[in-house]
């Protein structure tokens, strides 16, 4: 079995399949298994801490002697058909040895460069050039930025600015500091000149657990990209992620003060002509998920929630939401219209319709997060061009039979589960994780 | 009885089975059939070994045999040893009573060390082995794999962990580096003394399941199982399959007949030998746990034997109240209206309303109500063009991509919508021709009297009748509207928390037909699972249960979170195979009966004796769970975050396994604090052991505060994995208000 994709989807399958006793292969194309989950805070309904739950199944995915864990891997190619695909795997390199590194970092110590992390950018997330995912990473190991190699960095103070030779046909690194740092300690693990490799496996079945991308808004609307306190939900659930860049202190991002009003707006990306043309279901949750911990955070927060539909559909989901209430979050049924800045306090200023009352409001806030959806992943399109997987009309992974036969892709022997076949909270995943594994094992319809 | 009781005994007899922890699994040529009676390895010589009837707190003293404890402390390169003195941790350890070898390694989890350690074992014949090194969450594994190769039962092997607890936190200050790495080390010896081999417990799980409840998840449950080739008895409370779709007709958003969705898994199920089918009948008795239920059906004289169970029993309409339901026939539920509309019959004009019975103080969002009461108003207007559809809600709850086109298909079908505002429902009087239906709608502003032959309540659901039975039955729990509990609503949504019980469908909690299919095939997955291993194993962690002192309270099986203990003739007895290890039956038993393997009191005594040998006054004896409450530790590690170099910490594998009588024993010995840690609320690896840690933790400063203790040096603290910062701001807070 082959199960692409390490989120929480793919990692259930992966345990489903290994504790049945069928041989596994994991691939995830990052540096460590995990997916959105392994960065979110808490989880709703019930605002359990999210990597506290998913780190032992990480470790288990680890342990587990019928799974090979390939992270940093791409799935290049697919032939043959079920029973028996042919596929071929390519490992990037990640530049240190999975099996040498002891996580120890004494290689991002030594690293002189320190640059933006690309998904916490916004909210100060920095991270060297030589790093790990973050800490519960599986496999704990670290990684080296491709951009490092070959000089690319000189201009940023790299180490290896200004090395002639190129490093895939160097063995002896006495540059790098992340090299030489690796080598005192013994370890020998950072090894620039690692190449790809290439792995070909024979399956009989094929899942694909690619996820979900969070929505990007276009800089503009809502000031986003524009008003430095104008964040996306995913960004703000960084921002409050106690193991986040900013240890869980809610900061505005302009001024490092701590705010005193925080709005959200729902259905971004959703507005006539916007590029998401259903409900994700989810950002409601998130929404009051967020609103929770940073009343619980401060409970003088206030905390307002400018919403259409409210959409608590999932068990225990409702219930949730009156947690907020009870919380003092302020769900206001409001259509926004406009958002100004104040140049000079850097707080917001929300236009918005309130549909209860009938009138147009003001409301001013020290944050305003964005409530965006969850769109397919770039590298799902990808897979499935690889696959030969036709699309939905939204960019998911498209299902045979949505009815009488959920997660099977046209493709007999290739499933679909989690995100990756549309907007999904985290127990639906885990719930179709187990299904499509029975369908996995009976390799058929 | 006497039938119950001669079983109970041939399980005991087949069920233990040795081996070595979870490593064992697919290299079974090791595992040997044994009786309970006989608990030695077969490799160690074992001359530790004591019996593990529970034996007070006393002070660690060396077991009268000697002991040849071997002990590795790593220098993690520079790691640890740029801030840990480790000659002088190794040249500690050698002194211990029982430490024959001691020895310092550059990376101990090197390919070429781990041979090291093996050839140590079998050269120097070492019988407990102690590791110094980094975290037991990452490198426990690989190390009880390698003493287990060399031939020691792997829970001889005992994990201290100095370079998240010593090396990385207290990088500036060498000397009380040193002196914490050494008394953890010494603490590590101290417990290894009293190492017992576990062995890994199983029992046998046949291939025969039960599901009860022949709806769509249920017959795609046992459809499932049936092609995997496990016999299936499926129990259906009425006279035919289908369950609620039987009283639908097209199945919104995709337009499918459920006629034809219930026809075609129907033939699947009757087409299938492997499934035996018994209509218009119930589940009278189960007994029992995995592997091995007895379970009784109406008409039938002779239990079945089964090994796992899925309840599939999906859901009922509540009876609205007020809209004049009951006292004016055209006023009715979607279900009600559904079925008559089947038949053919003219509604005439139709109001339905949203949301009745849901969304309230008592129960949340009926999550198929907008799909079905949408797609039962489009019906009307299919049906019957001329008739007029007013269609009153507080909120839609479409989602996800599936209902894009249903949405736009709904709005061509000329509905009138009206929202009414969460506290204002219409009305529903009777008119001079039928009916008025009164609201204020909020998007226009203006009240609205809309005429109506028929009014549609779409109305909240609950759990099947028979709930509060099943429950029992099962041993399982349910919310206040009977829709059962999973063990955990993200990570474990289709497993009850007993092993061996699985749950599907709308009997968790309402959805739609998809995801009903897709939950009973995902609990047959989970179901399946023992039943192709052919077992179901604990991994030697377990309680053990002497039943010389026991009074037959009772308590323990009441706490267990995972039905592990059975009373029989009130005497508890645990079927160790489902035991999880979690220790908390034995922290509540009044009498000290209870003793979990790996996680003795005495094995714990001892650490906090060693602890407590030198300076009492300047420790804080922790408590500490290996799961959220560790992770926190080490993630501090991780983040090199200073603390004071006042904590030690003992690991229990849930907060709920600590013993008021160590907590006694701490603060006898002048302990500057004792501190528990646990998994950050709501979550806890073992259902809800912190929750009853947190309350025996308040009958402990009672009861020790009459005895005299200073019981407000009790402290607890509840982490989550990502707490780092809070465990270090609570180690200074501490260290600082005690002024150590
Ligand atoms: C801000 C935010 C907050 C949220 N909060 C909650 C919450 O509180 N509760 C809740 O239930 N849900 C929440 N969710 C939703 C939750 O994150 C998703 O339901 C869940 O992550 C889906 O899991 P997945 O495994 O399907 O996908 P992902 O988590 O996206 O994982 C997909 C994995 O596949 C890998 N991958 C992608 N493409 C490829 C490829 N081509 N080859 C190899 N590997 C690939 C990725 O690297 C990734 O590891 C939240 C979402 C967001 C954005
Ligand atoms: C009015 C209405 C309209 C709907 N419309 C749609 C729609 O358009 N699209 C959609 O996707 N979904 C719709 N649904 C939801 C859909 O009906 C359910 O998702 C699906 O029927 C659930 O299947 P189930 O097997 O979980 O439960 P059920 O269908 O409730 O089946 C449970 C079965 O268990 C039996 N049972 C109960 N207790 C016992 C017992 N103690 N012993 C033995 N047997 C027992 C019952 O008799 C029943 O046959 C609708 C639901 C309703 C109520
Ligand atoms: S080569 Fe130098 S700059 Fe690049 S990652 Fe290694 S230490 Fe950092
Ligand atoms: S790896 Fe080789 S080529 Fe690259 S910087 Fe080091 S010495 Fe130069
Ligand atoms: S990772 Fe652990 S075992 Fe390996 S060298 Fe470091 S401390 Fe030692
Ligand atoms: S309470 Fe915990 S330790 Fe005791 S029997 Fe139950 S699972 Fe085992």
Known sequence: ?445 | MAGQKAQGAGRKAQGKEQGAGREARGNEEGTRVKGRGDAGPSQSPAPCASSLAPSPLAPCTLRPAPCRIGVFVCDCGSNIAATVDVPAVVEDARKQAGVVHAEEGKWICSVDFLSRIQNAVKEQKLDRVVVACCTPRTHEPTFKATVKEAGLNPFLLEFVSIREQSSWVHKFDRPEATRVAKDLVKMGIAKARLLEPAECVRIPVGKEALVIGGGVSGMSAAVGLAEQGIKVVLVEKTDRLGGLLNGLDMLAPHTHSAEKLVSDLEQKVKGNPQIRLFLSTQVEDIKGYVGNYKVRISGQAEPFTISTIIAATGMEELRPSGFNYGAVPTVMTLLEFERKLKTGWNPGDVAFIGCVESRNEKRGCCNVGCMAGLQAASAVRTGFPQNKVGYFYPEISLEGTGVAAFEDAVRRHGLKLFRFADDAYPTVEKGAAGLIVTARDILSGPEVRFPANTVVLITGYKGTEEAPKLKGLLKVSSDNDGFFQEAHIKLRPLDFAAEGVYLCGCARSPKDVRTSIEEGMGAAMRALIPMNKGHVESEGIVSVIDLGNCSKCGLCAKVCPYNAIELVDKAPDVIQAICKGCGTCAAECPKDCIQIIHFTDEQIGAQVEEALKEDPGQKIVAFCCHWCALGAVDMAGVNRSEYPPNVRIIRVMCSGRVDAAWVRRALELKAAAVLIMGCEFPTCHYIDGNYKAEKRVERMIKSLGKKGLPADRIRTVWLSAADGPKFVATMKALAEELEL
């Open chain 1, 1 to 445: 079995m082959l199960v692409v994709g390490g989120g929480i989807a793919g990692i259930s399958v992966a345990l489903n399949l290994a504790e049945y006793g069928a041989p596994v292969y994991l691939v995830d194309d990052t540096p460590s298994i995990g997916g959105l989950m392994a960065r979110l805070d808490k989880t709703f309904p019930t605002n359990d801490c999210s990597i506290c739950i998913q780190a032992p199944m990480m470790y288990e995915v680890k342990k587990k002697q019928n799974i090979t864990l390939l992270t940093n891997t791409e799935v290049r190619r697919v032939e043959g058909s079920a029973p028996d695909f042919k596929v071929r795997l390519v490992q990037k390199p990640r530049f240190v040895d999975e099996s040498k590194c002891k996580g120890c970092g004494k290689c991002a110590e030594a690293c002189p460069v320190t640059v933006q992390d690309e998904l916490d950018g916004r909210i100060g997330g920095k991270r060297k050039l030589v790093s790990i995912p973050f800490p519960q990473a599986v496999p704990n190991t670290y990684v080296v930025d491709n951009a490092c190699r070959f000089g690319k960095k000189r201009a940023d103070g790299a180490c290896i600015g200004s090395c002639v030779v190129d490093c895939s046909q160097c063995r002896e690194c006495q540059i790098a500091k992340c090299v030489v740092a690796c080598r005192k300690e013994g370890a020998e693990a950072v090894l620039l000149w690692q190449k790809e490799r290439i792995i070909d496996v024979r399956v009989r079945s094929i899942v694909i657990a690619t996820g979900v991308d969070s929505y990007r808004p276009p800089e503009g609307p809502y000031g986003y990209g524009v008003f430095q306190n104008v964040l996306t939900n995913y960004q703000f659930e960084r921002l409050m992620n106690a193991g986040g860049p900013m240890v869980g202190n809610i900061a505005r991002p302009s001024d490092g003060k701590h705010p005193h009003r925080i709005a959200w707006i729902q259905c971004v990306g959703r507005e006539a002509g916007a590029p998401v043309k259903y409900c994700s279901k989810v950002c409601c949750m998130i929404a009051t998920k967020q609103s929770i911990i940073a009343k619980e955070h401060d409970p003088s927060v206030d905390a307002v929630i400018l919403y259409n539909n409210l959409k608590a559909y999932g068990k225990g989901f409702y219930t949730f939401f009156r947690r907020a209430q009870e919380h003092g979050v302020r769900y206001v049924k409001g259509r926004p219209a406009d958002v100004f800045e104040n140049p000079e306090t850097k707080a917001l200023t929300i236009v918005f319709e309130d549909l209860d009352k009938g009138k147009v409001e003001e409301l001013e806030v020290d944050i305003l997060v964005l409530s965006t959806g969850l769109v397919p992943g770039t590298r799902t399109a990808k897979i499935a061009k690889a696959l030969k997987l036709p699309l939905d009309e939204h960019g998911f992974i498209k299902e045979k039979d949505p009815i009488c036969k959920p997660l099977e892709t046209a493709v007999k022997g290739i499933y679909v589960c989690g995100g990756a076949g549309g907007p999904i909270d985290i127990s639906e995943s885990v719930s179709q994780a187990a299904a499509v594994s029975l369908k996995a094992i009976s390799g058929g319809d």
